[in-house]
């Protein structure tokens, strides 16, 4: 008896030193990982707050085109804590939070954050608004949207691009964001008429069911011109009574809207 519970005590005293040891290292290496992770995130964090100030500059330097010297405090807050990054290929992760666009694969580029930051900014979005992007792309332009307003709808024609950003939005949880493939000079009929629409590609003129689709009172951004040399971003307004203004805020270079209208 007594050499079998000193035996089952040697047993018994492993087991425990093993689990010990075990629960140990658990104890070492889960807080590392965690450290490891929120100080990645911190240093993404300190990236993108450099990356507004970046932005702020830029609205200094160029307010005569936007007729302001700083833009709506929640387009910024958006801009702050939206993570670039995980909008651009891993490899291009280091250079996200530069005020740069960045190859995104298919030709297309994600925008510079100026560029995003203002024709946000100059939609003049309210909370309940539904708003329309065309040309997906990265999924970044939508995201920043997607803090702002109640409902994003987002078309993108290049198909691999397309499911990437639906991908991504799920992944990143954006429940609020409803994204298709297909050709967006067409608009979204069936959840039009929005409050906004922002178009982030060249396109030569207008695009009449955009124009229809928009409700009166809404705004739309969109660059206009050939795709060769520079276009004119447009502020496009339509007013209650349907009628049409447009006011050319600054000089930009997009990738054209393809598409065969
Ligand atoms: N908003 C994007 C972002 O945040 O990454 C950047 C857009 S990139 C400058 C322009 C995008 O418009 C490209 O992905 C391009 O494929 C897309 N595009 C071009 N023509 C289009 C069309 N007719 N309908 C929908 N998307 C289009």
Redesign the pocket.
């Known amino acids: 008896m007594h050499y079998f519970l000193n035996k089952l005590n040697k047993h018994t005293i492993r087991a425990c030193l093993t689990l010990l040891v075990l629960s140990c290292l658990l104890l070492v290496s889960y807080p590392a990982q965690v450290s490891a992770s929120s100080q990645e995130d911190l240093n993404y964090m300190q990236k993108r707050q450099h990356m507004v100030r970046l932005i702020e500059d830029d609205v200094r330097r160029t307010s005569v085109y936007l007729d302001k010297e700083a833009l709506d405090p929640k387009v910024m807050q958006a801009m702050s804590t939206v993570p670039r990054h995980k909008?651009v290929p891993e490899n291009r992760w280091d250079d996200a939070y530069q005020n740069n666009?960045l190859p995104?694969g298919?030709g297309?580029?994600?925008?510079q954050p100026y560029i995003?930051a203002i024709m946000t900014d100059l939609l003049k979005l309210s909370e309940h608004d539904k708003v329309l992007?065309?040309?997906?792309?990265?999924?970044?332009?939508?995201a920043i949207l997607a803090k702002l307003v109640d409902q994003v709808y987002s078309?993108?024609?290049?198909k691999p691009?397309g499911l990437q950003a639906a991908r991504l939005f799920k992944q990143l949880d954006y429940k609020n964001i409803s994204s298709k493939v297909?050709?967006?000079?067409y608009g979204w009929e069936e959840h039009a008429p929005f409050d906004a629409i922002i178009v982030?590609?060249a396109a030569s003129h207008i695009p009449h069911p955009l124009i229809k689709q928009l409700k009166p009172g809404g705004h739309m951004m969109i660059p206009v011109g050939s795709h060769f040399i520079t276009q004119q971003l447009l502020l496009v307004t339509k007013a209650e009574d349907g009628h049409i203004t447009t006011k050319q805020i600054l000089p930009v270079r997009?990738?054209?809207?393809?598409?065969d209208?």
């Open positions: 909008f666009p995104i298919h297309q580029t994600i925008s995003v992007e065309i040309g997906t792309g990265s999924g970044y332009q939508a078309i993108e024609i290049i691009l297909g050709d967006g000079y982030t590609a997009f990738v054209p809207l393809t598409g209208h």
